[in-house]
């Protein structure tokens, strides 16, 4: 069983910048490929970045691309989510999520049942 909690949103304008935290509970969390995601009220849930085990590879949604970057510190059992040049597009709700598969069987198009574990969430609001 794996604990996720999500920390770091807040209220930001457009072009500011944020950094999201997850951390995890228990001794395996490099074994875990761990990915973050963001919601909308009323809209699906959108996949946003994925990390590898062991933090050398990384997978982007298209529209992040440039702006976000994703990198975890296993010594810490912590995966980060770096914001810049946020819009406000980029509001949502955004979660932390681990997977015991490898980072190619959790990234889109796959579905995201690939993922085990699930943080409660954390709100990013980008003003204009």
């Known amino acids: 069983q794996v604990q996720l909690v999500e920390s770091g949103g807040g209220l930001v304008q457009a072009g500011g910048s944020l950094r999201l935290s997850c951390a995890a509970s228990g001794r395996t969390f490099s074994t875990y490929t761990m990915g973050w995601f963001r919601q909308v009220p009323g809209k699906e849930r959108e996949f946003v970045a994925a990390?590898?085990?062991?933090?050398?590879?990384?997978y982007y949604v298209d529209s992040v691309k440039g702006r976000f970057t994703i990198s975890r510190d296993n010594a810490k059992n912590t995966v980060y989510l770096q914001m810049n040049s946020l819009k406000p597009e980029d509001t949502a709700v955004y979660y932390c999520?681990?997977?015991?598969?490898?980072?190619?069987?959790?990234?889109?198009?796959?579905?995201?049942?690939?993922?085990?574990?699930w943080g409660q969430g954390t709100q990013v609001t980008v003003s204009s």
């Open positions: 999520a681990a997977a015991q598969r490898l980072l190619s069987m959790v990234v889109p198009p796959l579905p995201q049942s690939g993922y085990d574990y």
């Open positions: 990390i590898s085990r062991s933090g050398g590879s990384t």
